[in-house]
């Protein structure tokens, strides 16, 4: 029987081990304890989601890891944004494959990122780096492009992103800038970057990579905030729409992210990265070396024939010879919580499952805080508190399903509400895709 380590799997609700061990793979995990412990406090529910029992073996450090000579892992996979470094290294330790951990950096820090795409000739995006408050100066002067984005370095899920619209907005945020904070990709933010605003929609292209050749998994919309007119939150997506993979757009997408990809040096396991499709083509804004994150793969399996992990498990652990493109075979549609007022979640578990099980084209969801649970504005994806997934092909039963689910989140968590034409406006965004 075939068995993994899966490095820092702390997202996904436990997805991936759940997929693998049905397919008969004994799943291990390394948690970096000592990361765990810098991470502010978590409500019960978050500390409850990682479910210890569906693993074979826990690790808590790197020492704790049976030699190279046992034999006992076929593959080392990243659990997570947090676990790529660490998946990297581990694969490399007991020469397994994996993507080359001297060039990592390329695949965690942005900044890298956009140097890559542009050495390997590819549309980039235009950075310059401030490595602490001493650094602010130079940057300030050097720059002069508006509107900009200020961001992390190492950061994932719109966390810590600002828009600034010019000079005196982006001096502002760096003069707020928080330091050394410990990010929830259990990095330190003692790097920001400064990019240009690029318009346009944004994508996700979703792919897995065997030997250094690719298949695409996913091509996804998604729909901001911005888009939107929901204020305070411009870049968290309210809406990832699936697309088919024959689509003209999506066909770009997939071009550009596959030679992405490469220069990124990603030779093993699935890659996630998110586009926008500006004026002049498509631009990968950032990339990771791990599967989507939240619930997202699971509903693939629901809408795509040849899913991620599919994918993934054929790359790792059968045969590489059935990897091919996946085939949209179901309009799909996640819909996520954006919380515009602070309340205090007042319904049971299993009251909300039963209210969502009555929708017809419910798939799942994923919710981070229980019964009595403070909830906040939504600022990034991170502190959403609760997604929902939907695949029909009766699209008017799929969008339905949609409305009703977004109103319950409003009245439940403080969430947006748009009009009946507000609704037709997203529909349309999405049927295009569907019928062009």
């Known amino acids: 029987m075939p068995s993994c380590l899966i490095a820092n799997p702390v997202s996904n609700a436990n997805i991936l081990v759940r997929y693998l061990k049905e397919r008969g793979v004994d799943c291990y995990a390394i948690i970096e304890l000592d990361k765990v412990a810098r991470i502010p406090k978590l409500n019960a ?71 890559s795409l542009a050495q390997a000739g590819l549309a980039f995006i235009p950075t310059v780096v401030v490595n602490g408050p ?7 002067a050097e720059w002069d492009q508006y509107p900009c984005i200020l961001k992390p370095r190492s950061s994932a899920g719109g966390e810590g992103v600002q828009l600034c619209n010019n000079r005196e907005e982006l001096q502002k945020a760096l003069d707020s800038t928080s330091w050394d904070t410990f990010s929830a990709t259990w990095t330190v933010n003692d790097h920001f970057l400064i990019q240009p605003m690029i318009r346009g929609p944004e994508y996700v292209v979703d792919m897995v990579a065997c030997a250094g050749n690719y298949v695409v998994s996913a091509v996804c919309r998604y729909v901001r905030s911005d888009e939107l007119d929901i204020a305070g939150c411009d870049f968290v997506k309210k809406f990832t729409f699936m697309l088919p993979l024959d689509a003209p757009v999506s066909q770009a997408l997939s071009t550009y992210a596959k030679r992405a990809a490469k220069a990124l040096d990603i030779s093993y396991g699935a890659v996630h990265m998110e586009l926008v499709m ?21 509903l693939f399996i629901e809408c795509y024939d040849s899913s991620l992990l599919e994918q993934v498990y054929e790359a790792y652990f059968g045969d590489s010879a059935n990897m091919r493109d996946a085939e949209l075979k179901s309009p ?21 499952e039963q209210n969502l099980a009555q929708l017809k084209s419910f798939k799942g969801y994923v919710c981070v805080i229980g019964e009595g649970d403070e909830y906040k504005p939504t600022r990034d994806l991170i502190s959403s508190p609760m997604n929902a997934c939907f695949c029909d092909t009766d699209t008017d039963r799929l969008w339905a399903d949609v409305i009703a689910f977004d109103q319950t989140a409003e009245r439940l968590l403080g969430g947006t509400a748009f009009s009946e034409d507000g609704w037709r406006s997203i529909r349309r965004t999405y049927d295009e895709y569907l019928v062009g």
């Open 278 to 298: 500006g004026e002049s083509g498509p631009v990968m804004i950032e990339a990771a070396a791990r599967m989507h994150g939240t619930i997202t793969p699971k």
């Open 134 to 140: 001493a650094s602010v100066g130079r940057a300030m």
């Open 332 to 352: 799909a549609v996640v819909s996520d919580v954006i919380c515009i007022d602070s309340g205090v979640f007042s319904i049971s578990e299993p009251l909300l």
């Open 45 to 115: 529910k978050k500390k409850g989601e990682f479910q210890a029992e569906l693993y074979k073996g826990i690790f808590t450090s790197e020492d704790q890891l049976p030699p190279v000579e046992s034999g006992l892992f076929d593959a080392v996979l990243a659990g997570s944004e947090n676990g790529v470094f660490l998946a990297e290294k581990l694969a490399a330790h007991y020469r397994l494959p994996g993507n080359d951990p001297a060039t990592s950096v390329r695949r965690r820090h942005k900044d890298q990122m956009q140097q």
